[in-house]
């Protein structure tokens, strides 16, 4: 099997019912087996052309096409089979309910004989290094198995052409390097091209031939060698979001210094055990436990370990939002303002001015029809007049540069516009504690600039940070401390430095990475 | 979402010829209403649930909500049933006769005969192997087989994504307080935002489908192949036989009253 040729010629979509086109006048020719990465700001159409390539876009009911786009000399539709797309959500791409079952969708679906299919998925699993039993059920598998998984269900078709969209933008570093090394191993054994967009610059780098730059305007940026459009375009780049390991964000000074150890505690978690109670169950089956952490006005703590260790249920938890498994969190006077010092017992409505929780999915926390009253339902639940009401609205909007999406529904707005949102509804009730999870997960790097200046200022007025994070940068811009969950045999156990020293240190590299 | 499907004689048969014994039992016991066919087929289907591999444990599980149905139907039909024979109790306008006895005697044992083999099919079957049979044994349409069989990977999600958007509404202020009529309504506001979240979710699915080649006109193979063997015909012999036993016992007894007459 041969990777496949692909030519566009002035080629172009405008998705029905959008007045500009998504792609315009592009002329690319890729030869077969090249590896190919596609840059581009959001919004210059990259995800288009991969679903056009793929020949997922749809017909003349879905858009209007203009010139030429051909694999191997024929229409994507018309050629089925030869091109495998594997796209960014790990969730979504999951077919059938056991891993060798959903492996063999594509080669069912493309009528590769029966006795063919399972030898094939045999070595496609190999091929991502995915050493599970067949019967194995694809529900118990981890985002960066279940990317691996959608990835040897492409690769059991036996493509000549390999499209990954982000693939990489929802997994933890593991995961990440884990699904790129798996790609690699494949395509070099197979001798598809590859075509890959993905925000991360340096994940790609060091293993694409050459980068192509999609210009939002239409047409071409940059084409050529990686280096040489690195250099060329990078600075750019870096400022229309794209990571550029030359040009990393910048980052933000905090005021104060040092943390200062007196500061006010606001919780404590004292041998801490967290879980969740399964459905139709009593009890919490307890995911990690013996966790020590104080939790100071102007601080910022992170939560880092890797994935299955219980993170995000720590979150919840310390947002009172599920009850603890065992050991006790007491929340200070200071935060719990008159009310009981077990945070879960609270009411939802005092929970606002208090601790104040952003989702890793911003969706599920969106309640309203627009931007403006998405803001407006915190204030409303505090029972804030409406002057008052307008005017937090008002200073968020402005401040997060969603001004002119006030009317827009959240579920419109892109990835980073829903980031920005979901942490604004959240300052809108100015709570003392704010919990975040994966704040920076899939976001560009202005998106993450703007988050972390954000929050920095936050810290510098007293309020303080808790967030779970698989990202180093994020941790060495803002945390004064860092509690690192343990995988052991049982369920994991944490480990919180907070000694000062350690505090400087991660300050002083945040300080160098800046200047 | 997929259940733990222990190794039985039952969980080898093929799904489709349990479907056909659930519908040949249902279908016979839905002619007519009389205590002694229900009950006949309940007898006779107790016996085979030895091969079925349940333990008691999960039998009692799986079949709660008939065990709850059934006292609720037998009540109010001898309460309220159609009356006939001799008085038993009167009150108001619940009258207890002989008639409305036996009538809830039959609907409760019918409830049982055609709810617990509908159950032990569920809990027997791998969906994914029923669906390989309504394709490849009954011929179905591999889209709408195929379709059927992802949605329902997604409905396994709900419960997360229930518990997730509940979690988020109470970090965001609204997640309790008020009284029935706001209960109501926000019970109402998360199944709608569960709705939208399902939307979207399938919508992905089905482009992650379509990449795969799903939806094309070309037929498709089946990497599982559903033999509809000598087995599974016996196993359809012996629906039709407990069927037959039935109505044969009550047409003898002279309890049977067909339905349609």
Redesign the interface.
């Known amino acids: 099997m041969t990777g496949a040729r692909v030519t566009a010629s002035g080629w172009g979509w405008r998705h029905a019912g959008r007045a500009r086109p998504a792609v315009s006048g592009l002329d690319l020719d890729i030869r077969p087996g090249e590896r190919v990465l596609v840059l581009g700001p959001s919004g210059a159409g990259k995800s288009t052309l991969m679903h056009a390539l793929a020949g997922v876009l749809g017909d003349d009911e879905d858009g209007d096409e203009t010139g030429e786009l051909l694999v191997d000399g024929r229409r994507p539709s018309e050629a089925r089979g030869r091109v495998g797309l594997v796209l960014q959500d790990p969730d979504s791409q999951v077919v059938l309910a056991r891993v060798g079952d959903d492996v063999a969708f594509g080669c069912e679906n493309l009528a590769v004989p029966r006795a063919e299919i399972w030898p094939r998925v045999g070595q496609a699993l190999a091929d991502v290094g995915l050493d599970l039993p067949l019967r194995h059920p694809t529900s118990a598998l981890s985002g960066g198995q279940k990317q691996r998984l959608a990835l040897a269900g492409v690769l059991a078709m036996r493509p000549g052409l390999v499209l990954l969209d982000e693939p990489t933008a929802n997994l933890d570093p593991e995961g990440v390097v884990e699904v790129r090394d798996a790609v690699l191993r494949s395509v070099e054994a197979s001798g598809a091209t590859l075509i890959v967009i993905e925000h991360r610059v340096a994940v790609w780098q060091h293993v694409v031939d050459r980068i192509v730059v999609l210009d939002p305007a239409g047409g071409i940026l940059a084409d050529g060698p990686t280096d040489s459009v690195l250099s060329a375009e990078g600075e750019r780049l870096a400022a229309a979001g794209v990571w550029i390991p030359r040009f990393p964000p910048s980052m933000p000074d905090r005021r104060g210094g040092s943390h200062d150890p007196g500061a006010e505690v606001l919780l404590s978690a004292d041998d801490l055990a967290v879980g969740r109670v399964p459905f139709a169950r009593k009890r919490a089956v307890v995911v990690a436990h013996g966790l020590n952490l104080a939790v100071q006005a102007g601080t910022a703590t992170a939560i880092t370990g890797p994935n299955g260790t219980g993170k995000s249920t720590l979150a919840l938890t310390l947002a009172g939002l599920l009850a603890p498994a065992g050991g006790r969190l007491a929340a200070a006077d200071a935060l719990a303002g008159g009310l009981g010092s077990a945070p879960h017992a609270w009411r939802s409505r005092d929970l606002l001015a208090r601790i104040g929780t952003v989702f890793q999915d911003p969706e599920h926390q969106f309640l309203a029809g627009t931007v403006r009253n998405e803001l407006a339902i915190g204030p409303r639940a505090l029972g804030l007049g409406g002057a008052e009401q307008t005017e937090r609205v008002d200073e968020l909007l402005h401040r997060l540069r969603l001004d002119h999406l006030a009317d827009a529904n959240p579920f419109t707005l892109s990835g980073g516009e829903k980031r920005r949102l979901s942490v604004a509804t959240v300052l809108a009730t100015r709570p003392r504690l704010l919990v975040l999870d994966e704040p920076t997960f899939g976001q560009d790097s202005r998106t993450w600039a703007e988050l972390v200046r954000l929050l920095a200022e936050l810290l510098d007025t007293g309020t303080a940070v808790l967030a779970v994070t698989h990202d180093e940068q994020f941790v060495t811009a803002l945390a004064d401390a860092r509690l690192s969950l343990v995988p052991s045999t049982g369920p994991a156990t944490g480990h919180c430095v907070t000694t000062s020293r350690v505090t400087a240190g991660l300050r002083a590299s945040a300080g160098t990475d800046a200047s | ?2 259940p733990e499907i222990r190794p039985s004689a039952i969980a080898r048969v093929n799904p489709v010829a349990k479907l056909a014994v659930a519908l040949l039992i249902s279908g016979a016991l839905m002619l007519s209403i009389d205590w002694v066919s229900a009950a006949v087929a309940l007898a006779l289907e107790a016996v085979l649930l030895a091969w079925c591999g349940l333990s008691a444990r999960q039998f009692w599980l799986r079949t709660a909500p008939v065990w709850i149905a059934v006292p609720f139907a037998v009540l109010t039909t001898v309460l309220y049933g159609k009356d006939s024979g001799a008085e038993l109790f009167s009150a108001g306008i619940a009258n207890v006769t002989e008639g409305s006895v036996s009538l809830a005697l039959a609907i409760g044992l019918r409830i049982l005969a055609i709810g617990i083999p509908g159950i032990v099919l569920l809990a027997t079957t ?3 192997d029923l669906g390989d049979g309504l394709a490849q044994v009954l011929r179905l349409p591999a889209r709408f087989v ?1 379709g059927a ?2 949605g ?2 997604l409905v ?2 709900f ?1 997360d ?1 229930w ?3 509940a ?11 008020g009284g029935l009529r706001s209960r109501a309504r926000r019970f109402g ?1 998360l199944a709608f ?1 569960l709705l ?2 399902s939307v ?2 399938g919508s ?2 089905a ?10 006109d ?8 559903s033999v509809f063997g000598v087995r599974d015909i016996l196993v359809v012999i012996l629906g039709a036989v407990i069927a037959a036993a039935a109505i044969t016992a009550a047409v003898l007894a002279g309890t049977w009253h067909f339905v349609l007459a």
Do not use: N, Q, Y
């Open positions: 979402m997929t791998d969906p994914t195929l069989l992802a329902l990977r396994g999600m419960i994504d518990h997730s958007l979690l988020a509404r109470r970090a965001r202020g609204v997640g309790d307080g506001g935002a939208v979240l979207r979710r992905k699915l482009t992650a489908m379509e990449a795969r080649g799903f939806g094309s070309v037929p498709r193979t089946w990497a599982r192949e």
